[in-house]
């Protein structure tokens, strides 16, 4: 899911960050009554905000009318009390409120998710790019069907920045968050909701220094749903790198004047008319035109080549409509809708679908082909033209942001490919875990069968969630950052929009996963003391989804209000 950043509000930037830094040392007061707080707050930013206002002011009103009721039913009391309202409490105190409300009104993130502030103050402090990775499409191809960048690859788009204080680089300065009986005390009763079912486990982490804060059974294995996403971005990133693009092509015989449609691997590339920026089969088409005209030929035997994955293509799940049959060659996932994300109904044969569209675009440049059917290009083959995807770094972000099964086991196949294991779903799961441990990674008791977490028989730990997650702000490891700026962001973006609202609206980043009784949640939050943190909570037989999600939602919505020590 990309967010397009609001222009206008490119100068109004300066006085959010300012009207941020004075609202955090209020925060740590929260914990008291809300309404005196407020009225302080709301007099220490309100000059600033005026500022701010003055090109936006019906935006600002409309998000204030919207945050006041929540402020009105607010109160905080002790943290022993189980009630819904206290978990909030923190989330709609006077700084988040009023922070929330600038955030609503402005837009403040860019395509890939970051915050448009951090991103300038990591430029000020390093003089670096953002985090957007732009979308431009390659023209060159390699014969394993995948692109690096290649001398006439497009320049890759620099590696995102650090996007928040204490994730690396010059702006290490967040201090390290210390442990204490005030979180156990907060986390303990959120986790032993009846809710969360009849196993759940937990681990909260200190991004700056990595050293666990909370945890309960953090070393026991359950199924971890969607979070298994997190595993397969780390392992897709180390072994091909940020900036690794995948090529679909085509390649003419030079006897027979077959004309073959080599998929690359490539799950974004897009038969729709707009391609926003994702490799586009039309593209592909006008080029192969041009270049079958330039040798005098108007009608071709038309085949495609699946060939660069091998084994079953049907997940264990079988037919269902969050993933579509797996193949080196598709259009927008195999889906027989206009959606980007989501479930869809799916084409039963990927690769027989997009050869056919294909042959649709070139019929609209006047060249004639034959009912396509599979084969295989040779390598005396002719390359024609090619069109490669966003770099790897976009795909791993649009993965995690809309939870996207069909590239989940792309990027694991790929990873199977870059180390010399077969690329199928035991050939990913493989290669997942061998580039996981070459990481040095907690690998105790973890199990992947796949890239996506479908597979129920998948087993993580909180502990190596939340590793996964560290690991990716570790500045030595700047090619793992869009694991971290391509997490939801509660109530903005991807499975995340609609959650918080009455909440850690915005502090909250997290991958969600769900499946029948089991429920997971895993990502970064800012505690109230400005500390980055890493959690994940996994919870199994679990009698309500909905139930389990607010319960889990409640939990880092209190782990984002606490200022424990």
């Known amino acids: 899911m990309v967010v397009p950043e609001l222009r206008p509000w490119r100068a109004a930037r300066p006085h959010v960050v300012r009207a941020a830094n004075a609202v955090r040392p209020r925060l740590a007061r929260a914990a008291g009554t809300v309404r005196p707080h407020l009225e302080r707050a709301a007099n220490a930013v309100r000059p600033r905000l005026e500022r701010a206002a003055n090109a936006t002011r019906p935006r600002l009103e409309q998000a204030a009318a919207a945050v006041g009721p929540h402020?009105?039913?607010?109160?905080?009391?002790?943290?022993?009390?189980?009630?819904?309202?206290?978990?909030?409490?923190?989330?709609?105190?006077?700084?988040?409120?009023?922070?929330?409300?600038?955030?609503?009104?402005?837009?403040?993130?860019?395509?890939?998710?970051?915050?448009?502030?951090?991103?300038?103050?990591a430029v000020a402090l390093e003089g670096t790019g953002g985090a957007d990775h732009g979308r431009n499409t390659d023209t060159s191809g390699s014969s394993d069907g995948s692109s690096d960048t290649t001398a006439g690859a497009p320049r890759p788009a620099p590696s995102a920045a650090s996007v928040l204080v204490g994730l690396g680089g010059s702006a290490n300065t967040v201090k390290s968050a210390s442990t204490g009986p005030a979180l156990a005390d907060v986390l303990g009763p959120l986790l032993g909701e009846a809710a969360l079912g009849t196993h759940h486990t937990a681990a909260v982490v200190d991004m700056a220094t990595g050293k666990r804060l909370y945890g309960t059974g953090a070393d026991d294995a359950l199924t971890p749903a969607s979070t298994t996403k997190i595993a397969t971005a780390v392992a897709a990133l180390s072994a091909m790198g940020a900036d690794h693009r995948l090529t679909t092509r085509t390649e003419l015989e030079p006897d027979t004047g077959e004309l073959v449609l080599v998929g690359g691997g490539d799950p974004t590339l897009t038969a729709h008319k707009e391609s926003d920026g994702w490799a586009s089969l039309r593209d592909l088409a006008d080029s192969t035109a041009a270049a079958l005209k330039k040798r005098g030929i108007a009608k071709v035997t038309l085949s495609y080549d699946t060939?660069?994955?091998?084994?079953?293509?049907?997940?264990?799940?079988?037919?269902?409509?969050?993933?579509?049959?797996?193949?080196?060659?598709?259009?927008?996932?195999g889906r027989t809708d206009d959606s980007m994300s989501g479930t869809a109904t799916r084409e039963t044969d990927p690769a027989a679908d997009a050869a056919r569209e294909f042959a649709g675009f070139l019929a609209g440049h006047g060249i004639r082909t034959t009912s396509p059917g599979p084969s295989r290009a040779t390598a005396r083959a002719t390359a024609l033209a090619s069109v490669s995807s966003p770099p790897l770094s976009a795909l791993v972000e649009r993965m995690l942001t809309n939870s996207d099964n069909d590239i989940a086991e792309a990027l694991a196949r790929q990873t199977a490919l870059a180390t010399g294991e077969r690329a199928s779903f035991d050939g990913g799961a493989a290669a997942i875990d061998k580039q996981l441990a070459k990481l040095q990674l907690p690998l105790?008791?973890?199990?992947?069968?796949?890239?996506?977490?479908?597979?129920?028989?998948?087993?993580?730990?909180?502990?190596?969630?939340?590793?996964?997650?560290?690991?990716?702000?570790?500045?030595a490891h700047p090619e793992l950052r869009p694991v971290l700026t391509g997490l939801p962001v509660a109530g903005f973006t991807g499975t995340l929009t609609s959650r918080y609202t009455d909440g850690a609206a915005g502090v909250v980043r997290a991958k969600t996963g769900t499946l029948t009784g089991v429920n997971t949640l895993a990502g970064t939050v800012v505690d109230q003391d400005g500390r980055l943190l890493a959690f994940a909570f996994l919870a199994s037989e679990t009698s309500s989804p909905m139930a389990a999600q607010s319960a889990l939602d409640r939990t880092a919505t209190a782990l984002a209000a606490c200022g424990c020590r």
């Not at 905080?76 to 989330?91: D, E, L, N, S």
């Not at 037919?319 to 080196?328: G, K, T």
């Not at 069968?449 to 190596?464: E, I, K, Q, V």
Request: aromatic letters at 4%.
């Open 71 to 121: 402020l009105a039913r607010v109160r905080i009391t002790g943290p022993k009390t189980v009630r819904t309202w206290q978990y909030t409490a923190g989330a709609a105190t006077a700084g988040v409120a009023l922070a929330v409300t600038v955030v609503t009104a402005a837009g403040p993130w860019d395509s890939s998710g970051q915050r448009t502030a951090e991103a300038d103050r």
């Open 307 to 333: 060939t660069l994955y091998t084994g079953p293509a049907l997940h264990p799940i079988g037919v269902n409509d969050n993933l579509a049959p797996v193949s080196a060659l598709m259009a927008d996932e």
């Open 444 to 475: 105790k008791g973890a199990r992947f069968n796949d890239g996506s977490g479908l597979n129920r028989d998948d087993r993580l730990t909180a502990d190596l969630l939340t590793a996964l997650l560290v690991k990716a702000g570790d500045p």
